[in-house]
């Protein structure tokens, strides 16, 4: 499909850039149209084999064995005594934090391979499952189904929490809508997704977060406000949380060099850029975000 418009705002002004694949170094080029009036960035044609940049090695397919010390931890994080443990920082539970998402309450996570967040949740006893079509088949664990490999077209309940996390932009544009269906009136979706700030401006096609052609859209904060209310959602709350990889990623993508191949940072290198990731954040210029939705 060639994109010649803005997916979200269906403008016709705005610019192309060639984008490397450089998550598993193929450097594959591909065409990203960048909207000029409300700045989201739109692959403009997917690839018909899009399978070869999901091998099954990629890292949402890998399992996970839990264990008695996760399962300990994770239930002091999302206590009153999570103070203890923020020294491990948990994105992935700080949504489930922020959600007030109680034992009672159900959890649809949209796009979760295998589902390692959900394994978590279902050690503790959250009613909590997840829906993705790229798992090889249903995913299941010791309180039944866990995952079950089907689109979300196909999903037939309602829920009180639907998360994307960094899944979305995986996703066609009338994902969004889809999930508007399926939250129950008083429920909230929460969406994890890239967000175009500094990590855009200061590495522009080398931005790892950039990740083509995996990543279908890539919003600007305004880009998901117009999408989101097109969608029948307002946003309540937006959250920045980007980290170190924004920067020591792009920056080995400069020196043209894939993920696989990246040599990790020095503990004084690491320190530097969570300080200027935290700074970002603060300054919502961080290039990941969490959105929390409720239905308009």
């Known amino acids: 499909m060639q994109v010649n418009v803005c997916q979200v705002c269906r403008s016709q002004v705005g610019i192309h850039h060639t984008v ?22 739109s692959l403009s044609t997917v ?8 091998p099954a090695d990629y890292y949402s397919l890998k399992t996970r064995t839990p264990s008695f010390a996760r ?28 959600a007030h998402l109680t034992k009672k309450m159900t959890l649809l996570d949209v796009g979760c391979g295998t589902g390692t967040l959900l394994a978590d949740l279902r050690e503790l006893g959250y009613n909590a499952r997840g829906i993705d ?3 090889p088949s ?12 089907k689109h ?9 929490l639907i ?24 429920g909230l979706c929460v969406v994890c997704i890239p967000v175009l700030g500094w990590a855009w401006q200061s590495y522009s096609t080398d931005w790892a977060q950039l990740d083509a052609p995996r990543h279908f ?17 307002r946003i309540e709350k937006v959250v920045y949380d980007s980290n170190e990889f924004q920067f020591w990623a792009s920056e080995s993508y400069q020196r043209n060099i894939p993920l696989a191949e990246m040599p990790r940072p020095t503990t004084p290198q690491l320190r530097r850029m969570r300080r200027l990731a935290k700074a970002l954040n603060a300054q919502e210029q961080g290039d990941t975000a969490q959105f929390y939705l409720r239905l308009a």
Not at 152 to 160: N, R, S, T
């Open 71 to 98: 399962k300990m931890r994770d239930l002091v994080y999302l206590s009153r005594l999570s103070f203890l443990v923020n020294w491990r920082k948990r994105t992935d539970l700080d949504v489930i934090r922020n």
């Open 138 to 149: 249903d995913v299941s664990d010791c309180h039944g189904v866990r995952v079950e490999r």
């Open 47 to 54: 690839p018909v084999n899009l399978d070869k940049y999901y």
């Open 152 to 160: 979300f077209e196909d999903v037939d309940c309602d829920y009180d």
């Open 163 to 186: 998360l994307f996390r960094h899944s979305l932009e995986h996703m066609p544009i009338h994902t969004l809508r889809t999930a508007s269906q399926h939250l129950k009136r008083s």
């Open 20 to 41: 490397r694949e450089m998550m598993l170094g193929t450097r594959d080029e591909f065409l990203y149209w960048e909207c000029s009036v409300c700045g989201c960035l």
């Open 133 to 135: 079509p790229f798992v």
């Open 217 to 233: 859209i890539l919003h600007s904060r305004k880009s998901f406000a117009i999408l989101a209310e097109k969608s029948g959602f």
